[in-house]
């Protein structure tokens, strides 16, 4: 990482508290994380994912540096692309030691103007985000609930706000009681969860109505883990589609608190961190993240 990168970097984080940030025509964030596996024995031939580089451009949002570091010297880390456009590192290890970080860091700035992103016509077009997934599969609940929103609120936007408010008001937030594996469908029996369960909620919601959505990956303001909210696709202008976010944890549209990763079908398409390695050892995880903003004029 050059000079000029690093200075943007070690910006001193401002206090947001008394800022209006959708009132700002510029805002620049800085963005750090880690993941720290610690192994209990001998592993070997470690085979990492990490979805954790913020996309290069999504709405009024840019990527302007970022770095990613592996603490072991000899790891082959390889950069690429999924079918969503999201930025991928892959990371090998012939042997594993006794514990590995992964670290990222990034400088991103927003602008003034709409904050939704734009969606290419085949993109929008496409059934991908309206097929159902194991996690976002519906059952007769959510039929309903989607049935009964599309009846009351045919436009897609005005569907969006309400399922963002109805799932909500449905699921109180509650740590420990769903994990990654849980489905929409469970959630939503359940009435507890955590903010990717809102998400699933959601999507499994929209897709039952007809109206395509996708699961976004991201960051608030602060210390904490990654967040999830939705984006619902609707029509733009020129063909294209505009992918409109919604944030049902929170029970409010996702804005310039909110930092976007990566976007898919759910959550499995975009897990920040995974992987498997050999050995009949196990391993724990310790995460950190901090997202501030150094400026916003």
Known sequence: MNSSARAHLDQPVVDVDGVDLDAAEHVTYVLRQSFRYDYAGPASHLQHRLVVVPRARHGNLRRRVFDVHVSTPDAAVRR????HGNPVVDVGLAVVPESVEFSMQAVLTRSSGP????????????????????????????????????????????????????????????????????????ALALGRGVCQDHAHVMIAICRAAGIPARYVSGHLIGEGGTHAWAEVLVAGTDGRGRAVAFDPCNGCRAGRRHITVAVGRDYADVAPTSGWFTGDTSSSLTTRKHLGVTAAA
Do not use: N
Not at 80 to 83: C, G, I, L
């Open 115 to 186: 904050d939704h992103a734009e969606v290419p016509a085949h993109a929008y077009l496409s059934s991908v985000y309206l097929r159902a997934t194991r996690l976002t599969a519906p059952d007769a609940a959510i039929r309903d609930l989607a049935g009964q929103l599309r009846r009351e609120s045919p436009d897609p936007l005005e569907f969006a706000e309400r399922c963002c408010t109805l799932v909500h008001e449905s699921i109180a937030y509650e740590y420990g009681i769903t994990s990654t594996e849980t489905t929409a469908a469970e």
């Open 80 to 83: 690429r692309r999924d079918r």
